[in-house]
Structure formats: structure tokens, C-alpha cells
């Protein structure tokens, strides 16, 4: 089935890029925005702008929604009548708040379906943009022709709270290596470097050691931390030892990377752990669940 019709609700940075890719996808698109200005471009390029959330939910059997955050969603679609509608959200959130949310829209007698974004607003239609959903599976299988406009559709499961637990993973990654590269600059341009200098050697030496994502996460699904080859504990505790020695030598801070190092030491002084992987120290930041 093609849908013609869909409201979308918030026109952020990305809010107006989902809008605008489902305009150039050739469906009737009905928008909603707190501030109306940012509508105005929109519906110059044929949107229909609603007056209020629930008008907007009104026009069409699908609403996309992509606010600020849950508050805002939980305030927006209160009492919009979503009976016979299929609401998906794409609005970040925990997997509780997602849950919650699926609460509010089943209520109304609506469908829900949320979603994770897994790329930046210029990317979405775009061949590197990919989304989680979970939720009505329903929802998801009638409307995939409209959602994969945004890019790629992984369906997780039934649990509203799924999609969100994906793209908090990817996230936690994501802000993991924003936080080693800001670390990286820092100390570059406490030493007189640029940080353009440094940075393609960086994004290189990240993309290389990116690489060890599958054999880390074999190691943590068998629980076998042992190494025998390359890069124990032991060494790599000593080794981030001197890169906090040389932050503070430099007058950077240690903040971003001083509890990695403290996780190591804490994995080592509990046990015979210096010869294992560094994949054992999700022993300590999970325990139990493996
Ligand atoms: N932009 C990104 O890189 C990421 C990529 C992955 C997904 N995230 C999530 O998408 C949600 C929206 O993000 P955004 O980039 O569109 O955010 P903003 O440009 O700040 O737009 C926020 C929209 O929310 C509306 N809004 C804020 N507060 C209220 C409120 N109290 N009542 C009603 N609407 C509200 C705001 O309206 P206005 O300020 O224009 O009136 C925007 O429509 C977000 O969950 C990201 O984590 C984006």
C-alpha cells in the first residue's frame, strides 16, 4: 500500500527534514509546529499547516512525530484523539519514556510505533541513514514503503521500548568516541597543534581500531576475555596511565577519560584480569548480565 497522506509534528532541524523528504516523496503532508514560522517554507513546497497537534492528527492516518524530547511529546499529543490513527514517534527518548508514550497513543485507541533516528538531518533519505522501530508491527509493515523515505527500516519487536534501547546503544558509541576526540584535540592545541592537523590521523586510527567491534563483542557474548596476542589489561591500563600523565602535564583535564581509567583499575584489583581483554570491564558495567 502507498500512503498519500501523513502529518508530520515538530519542525526542528530534523522535523523539517522528514517533511521535506516526504514531500519530495510525493505524499499530502499535513505539519505542525509549536513556532509556525519554521512551517512557512514548508508550505510554500505544498505542506498544509495545522493549527494545533490534534488537527494535525486529525488530517491524516499517520503521524510522524520528532520533538524536542518525551515531555513535549507527552504535552503534544495529550487529548489529540488518536483513535483509529497510527502514531510513530521518532522523538529520542529512553525505552521507559517510549513506553510511556505507547501508553498515552493506545489510550486514544491509536497505534504506536517508535522509532531511533540513526543519522543527522542532512542525511535522511539519504543511502547512510538507517532507523529503528518496534511497536505495532502492524504499523510498521503497512507504512515501511513511507518510512524507508527517512532511509533504511529495522524492525526490533512488539515492546515500544526497543527501538530506543538500539539507538541508545549506538548513541552510548557514538558519544564514547565524540568524548576520545575531544580529548584528542584538546591536547593537540595545548601542545600549539591545530586540531585540523591531527584530525585525519585521528579519523584514521579510529576507523582502524573501529574494526574490533565484532571480535570485542564475540568475546563478551562467549565471555571468554582471555588474549593472548595483542593488547591485555595489563598494558592497556599502564598505557592509559600516560595518556592522563601527558593531559596533565599539558593542563588538560582527565574528566572525559579519567573513569575508563579508574573502570581498569577497579577490574584489576579485582582478580587475575591483566592478561584478559579489555571486553572484561563490561563485567563491571553490567554485572549479571551475561
Ligand atoms: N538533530 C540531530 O542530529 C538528531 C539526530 C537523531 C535524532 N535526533 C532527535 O530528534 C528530535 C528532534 O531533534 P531536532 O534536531 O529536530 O531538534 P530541534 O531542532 O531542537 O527541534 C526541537 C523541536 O521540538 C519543538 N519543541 C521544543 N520544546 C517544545 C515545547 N515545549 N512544546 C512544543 N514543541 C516544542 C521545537 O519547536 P519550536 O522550538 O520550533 O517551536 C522543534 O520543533 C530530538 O529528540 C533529537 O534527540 C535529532
Redesign the pocket.
Known sequence: MKDTEVSVL??????RELARALLDAGHRVTVW???AA?AEALAERGAVVAGSPGEAVGASPLTVV????ED?VL??LDGVGAAGRAVVN????TPEQARRVAELVRGQGGDYLDGG?M???PMIGGPHAFLYYSGSERVFREHRPLLDTFGAAHYKGEDPGAAALWDVALLSAMYGMFGGLLHAFALARSAGIDAGEVAGDVGAWLTAMGEAGPEYARRIDTGDHTTDVVSNLGMQAAGIRNVLATAEEQGVSTALLGPLADFMRLRLAGGDHAAEDLTGLVQLLAPGAE
Open positions: 515538530g519542525l526542528g532541524a530534523m522535523g509546529n509549536r513556532t519554521r520528532c520533538l524536542l524530547d513535549t504535552q503534544a521518532l522523538t529520542n527518548g533516528i543519522a543527522v538531518p
